[in-house]
């Protein structure tokens, strides 16, 4: 190897990467197919119009990382996708701007609980049961199936998370959904929710992306599994799964847009979320996968075959519980400890 | 290589034993052999025999922004890791290899250290040392770390042509005139460029490889091929990553074969 | 390391010289040694350092400290911890105190918010008694030890705190001040997860490397070649990239699974993937060539005369083997197995992508503590103990495995 043609090319290598800093801007989403619907909704449209050099990344919502960033001084994420607790919980440790504060994203118009003091909804999703359909004679109907081992036996999928997970357990305990979070307040009711998960825990299979539901259930590795929606409707029409839904009981969540504080490109972040709420814009998502709008004006924009996948149709809402996020930011700290020392041992 | 002839095992041990190691290679190779062809898989599943084959997972991975932009970064850290850790590596060989000092033993130990630690608790240490400099999240970060990994290999390559090397010969140029550089570049580096080539290339595969220092250390900007890979596989395994998988290997094995007959040239 | 006989007259002349003179031709070293004191050294004390850093309670609650010793504090007490928090909020420094008394308390990361909530200079202004009611009327822990023990064992801006936790010793309690029984991840068990999954691991590679080694090293010609060439393909080809081909191989719908039901083995595809065995069995062929090496150099040095000896004099092949070549081979059997055990105790990756949550060694709580919970103290704790134990158990190995191979490697 001749050692001057190397050392040549590394500095022409860094003059490459260096040109590139025209105006640039960093978006770190969930990955997989959400990221992909966002890549086609969201950022082309705003890096063609603006120019704008849109560098991605993607994370698995560990706060961790961000912390260490705005600790450090030295933040490279310019908006980050959040759920509304991780939202809720990074705004209290002040590592995200306090946009919701903002006249502009007032202004949206956007549907409630779709503004956070520090996050900008930008789309409406659920935590619903998938299932294989050929797995069982009889269909699940309600998320709480997934406990229902007798009837639908089998592995099944949880999200590594006591998000959703804890509440489910509730649910499926015969808590009704309006009595979820107060009972969660106590002791006595985590524990509850703890015994629920303990009947079940040597059938769990533990996933962290939300492509994997997919995947798990395709190969068969699991009988059903806890999953976000619009990730079941993205298999069963790009990768030719069938895959079952049970809407009753889904847990709904908003998606939610991030600047982190310190972000060096911040300017960029605000006007790239201010576009994603634009009506015409918002409602672009759900021709790429079934997460409903955040803006109100963009409901009407959803063609009908579209809604129907959308968490937000009449006929799926049945039972629905709406996810606390300001539960989850004051308590997501111990009982995440609690949980994820319960799922070692 | 002298033939070495040890008394023949009878047959009824040979054959087992025989038996037992071609079972043991498998092992090592059929992996590999069965995983990397289901790039060319034209379904998207995971078994044999295919439907038919077909490209279109290599289409997908080379027309990719996010694939090929992993890949860039992968070969300019590699590239800038060698460069260094070549450098370095290569001088501290010729600094130690005769030298007696206090402390050799533990300077030694030190330096082949990276290898035997566990790389997490380097990332971690880099990490938190990274911080306040401002470090985290660059190219040059990233660089640091994977040259701490690739030099303990550079040095234990050059240091094996090193041994065989007559430094009577670097007094001999300076007899001649020569200055210390030019005896260096003129005399002692031809002579033990199979040895540098060596490292340098381990040092290429050892940066291009590394996924656990990037998930430390890494931003955005420098989003490598195997981080790619890693997230993929955590996430939903697709035939893409496999593609990857088998563009990385025949980049490792393209600069493998080059050091070799660039060695076999010398 | 062989040193050729000009080399070893120079060096006696360099040993009358001077250090100065003597240290010369070290010089080369400098930017290698400076680049590790650097980036290796200096990180390496940072680790230590993280450990035994416990800054926050201090920092937070200067004078609260002073009354936290003994439980639950008088009302003068309540009135520090108020006057402390409202500083604290203004500094920065809530969450950290928060984040920190959780690990020491069941529910302290909410008491503090809670707290938090209500804490400013008006409530600081109140009357003692006054505060301590609305304190305790913000989170109902504040009136129960726990929470003071947390906060005094947190005492001093230096602690074994960490080191503790990592070490498996109960460092949090319950509101009431009881030993914490959940919440705690059991490092009892990672520690003899990662030792045994370790020793298995390196128990494999030698027994099922040993016959490998002994028919490359007595092959010679082609055979040879094609042999040891077989043997470093997988070493050269990357880990990220073997463990992918396991979990292709290995998963629900994979190859492996698919054989087996084609042989009638099996009824219906076995779960493979994220279990124990995927783990060992990946580990393993990631860790052979690293075991068979080794052996391989050490064997070819053994001469065959030996073994020949031994058979003219009567010993069968197997006792010929056992009793002459055998011993001679061990130095060799013991660098591979010490080379791979120690390996082993690092792993991170492959558990991660092949394993299941009951396989994670140690390494996985490193990354896990300092990417996903900033624990960083924890993180640094476990790495101390990793490192440390490695070391107690590979130093003696170590020692040996130098003695018997001086010059070999």
Known sequence: MTMKSVTAAVPALCLLAGMASAQELTVVSWGGALQEAQTKAFMDPYAAATGTKIVQDSWSGELAKLRAMVDSGNVVWDVVDMDPQSAASACDQGLLEPIGAEEMFKAAGLVEGGLLDCAVGTSVYATILAYKKDAFATAPTSVSDIFDTATFPGKRAFRKSPVDTLEVALMADGVAPADIYSLLSTPEGVDRAFAKLDTIKGDIVWWEAGAQPAQLLMSGEVAMSLAWNGRIADANSNEGADLGIAWSQQVRGFDMWTIPMGAKNADAARAFIASTVTPATNADLAKYIAYGPSVAAAAELVAPDQLANLPSAPANSEGALAQDGAFWAKNGDALNAKFSAWVAQ | ?266 | MNLSPSATSQTARRQKAPLRHRLGPVLPALPMLAFLALFLVVPLAIIGKTALSDPEVSAALPQALAYAADGVPDDAGFAALVADLVEAKKAGLMRPLARRLEYGVAGGSAAVTDLARIADAELAAQDPAAIRLAVTGSNPIWSQPGIWQAIDQGAAPWSLFYLKWALGVPVKATPDGQPASDGIHDFGTIYLRTIVISLLVTGLTVVIGYPLAYVVATSSGMIGKVLIFLVLLPFWTSLLVRTMSWIVVLQKNGVMNDLLLAGGLTAEPLPLLYTRFATILAMVQIQLPFTVLPMISVMRAIPPSHVRAARSMGAGPVSAHVSVFMPQAVPGIAAGALLTFVLCLGFYLTPALVGGPGDQMVSFFIARFTNEQLNWGLASALSLVLIAGATVIALPLSRYVFRHSSGRF
């Open chain 2, 1 to 266: 290589m002298t033939p070495r002839r040890y008394a023949d095992l009878p047959l009824h041990l040979r054959l087992p034993l025989y038996l037992f190691v071609g079972l043991t290679l498998a092992l090592l190779i059929l992996p590999l052999l069965a995983a990397l062809p289901i790039s060319v898989n034209s379904a998207p599943w995971f078994t044999y025999p295919f439907p038919g084959v077909s490209g279109r997972w290599f289409k997908a991975f080379f027309l990719s922004d996010t694939w090929t932009g992993a890949l860039l970064n992968s070969l300019s850290i590699a590239l800038a890791t060698t460069v260094l850790a070549t450098t370095l590596g290569t001088l501290a060989a010729i600094g130690l290899v005769n030298a007696r000092f206090p402390l050799r033993r533990l300077v030694m130990a030190l330096a082949i250290a990276p290898m035997l630690m566990p790389v997490v608790v380097l990332g971690l240490g880099l990490f938190i040392f990274f911080g306040p400099l401002g470090l985290n999240y660059t190219f040059a970060g990233v660089v640091v770390a994977h040259s701490l990994l690739a030099m303990p290999f550079v040095i234990i390559t050059v240091t094996a042509t090193l041994t065989r090397f007559d430094f009577t010969l670097m007094q001999a140029a300076a007899n001649l005139g020569a200055s210390k550089t030019r005896a260096f570049f003129d005399v002692m580096l031809p002579l033990i460029a199979p040895g540098v080539g060596a490292g340098a290339v381990f040092s290429f595969a050892t940066s291009f490889d590394e996924v656990v220092m990037v998930l430390f250390i890494a931003g955005p900007g420098q989003r490598t091929l195997p981080k790619q890979m890693f997230t993929g596989l955590r996430e939903q395994l697709d035939p893409t990553i496999i593609a990857a998988a088998v563009t990385m290997v025949l980049i490792t094995s393209a600069l493998m074969i080059a050091a070799l007959v660039i060695a076999k040239k010398r």
